[in-house]
């Protein structure tokens, strides 16, 4: 079993790296599938993130690709967001004992939500023009931003699923930054974001610790070669076949 999950994160932090797909879309149905209870998932895939996040943020924070300041705000929305979504499951566990098909069908859910999210992003990203939204300061759409990250942070905090994906297309196209900056802002959020949901997960008991390791010491490998092979792969292509593949997977677990 160790292998597997070992050989599991090779596989997984080699597509993140070579497409830049989110992981957890992959890395959570793939656990549920092989057998791992839906919350244990969600809650060490949270935890797993965290971690890789995190080396992802001091890159970028050594670059100068981060916007603080958007982090601050969406944050003011997400972490609350993700405080309920944890407070909501333990009640639901606790008042009707079905925490487990909740998370089941949210997660089938966002996936499928995912995976339109990331075919938009494929073929229709780059032809996103300026719009109000992008010219307004931050300060005038701070209402919105905190609402932004406080919907998708409960879907987080739910199903492990989004924190860079979800936020990432609302990044696209309600502010105005470039390539490097996106991304690196919407890493250091999801960091944050990953953390809080993975340690009040941690907190009910939902982490597999020796599960977390075994993915790391596959992933960190994994990601370093995927993002050596970026450069010449057909990523288009790629994104799109993943994207197909984590829509059937949300579909065959909301069936």
Known sequence: MTLSIIL???LVGFLVGLTGVGGASLLTPILILIGIHPSIAVGTDLLYNSITKLFGTIQHWRQKTIDFKLVRVLAMGSI???ILAVIVLKMFNSFFNNQEDIIKHALGYVLILVAFATLFKV??????????????????KRGLTITIGAVLGFVVGLTSIGSGSLYAIAML??????PA???GTDIAHAFFLASTAGILHASLGNVNYSLV???LIGSIPGVLIGSMLSTKAPTLVLRTIIASLVLISGIKLIG
Not at 173 to 178: E, L, P, V
């Open 213 to 215: 390791l075994n993915l």
């Open 8 to 10: 599991m994160g090779v």
């Open 181 to 183: 900056q996106l991304v």
């Open 80 to 82: 609350p967001g993700v």
């Open 123 to 140: 073929f229709f990203g780059h032809k996103i023009k300026e719009n109000r939204w992008q010219l307004r300061s931050l300060q005038e």
């Open 173 to 178: 196209y309600f502010f105005r930054m470039n």
